[in-house]
């Protein structure tokens, strides 16, 4: 059953949970990222201002965890809301003393959703759709990579303006990836199948 904790009062843009505990949680609002470690009922701020967020119309999109080696793997995306100024993907390992976000260098894109792969411990994919404000690109980042390096962006025939999503079939496989995205551009979204290739 849904109950409702009462804990947050900012407008949430996402959230994320850890696959292998069900009380890790985090979410992110635009300009601020929470965890839980017990279900909800008490969250703490995590390291601020990923690529800037909170000032200059930077503003958080998406949040992706994944577990790795004991610990978790958090990503965040984000976009600047000025024409022509774009966010970024941030990579956050909180092993580190003291914990820091680390710039993926995505390039000139805002980024409207974030994905690890289901295995991604051993095949080290981040998946994002991302727009440079004229196209809509999925692009995938394999460990130390660059983005789309070793698995070719695919472009979509709309540019997201709103939202998008990424889902992963049950069987997915890294070494033929597909997966499926949806995109919110002002009314006129779809559903795409995205087959991966070198």
């Not at 990923?50 to 978790?72: D, H, L, Q």
């Amino acid at each position: 059953g849904w109950s409702y904790t009462g804990k947050v009062k900012d407008a949430i843009v996402d959230i994320a949970t850890a696959p292998d505990k069900a009380k890790v949680v985090y979410y992110a609002t635009k300009a601020n990222i929470y965890k839980s470690t017990d279900g909800g009922n008490r969250f703490v701020s995590l390291p601020a201002n990923p690529g800037g967020v909170g000032s200059n119309n930077i503003e958080i999109t998406s949040i992706a965890i994944a577990p790795e080696n004991s610990r978790y793997t958090l990503a965040v995306g984000t976009r600047d809301t000025d024409d022509s100024q774009f966010g970024g993907v941030y990579i956050l390992d909180e092993t580190q003393v003291p914990p820091g976000w680390v710039d993926t260098n995505l390039g000139n894109y805002d980024v409207y959703a974030l994905a690890f792969s289901p295995d991604f411990s051993a095949d080290g994919q981040l998946v994002a759709v991302v727009t440079d404000e004229s196209e809509t690109l999925v692009t995938v980042k394999v460990s130390d990579a660059a983005w789309g390096a070793s698995i070719g962006e695919a472009k979509l025939e709309v540019a997201v303006t709103n939202s998008a999503d990424i889902a992963f079939p049950s069987d997915y496989d890294a070494s033929d990836p597909v997966l499926f995205v949806a995109i919110d551009a002002s009314g006129d979204g779809d559903v795409f199948k995205i087959n991966g290739a070198e």
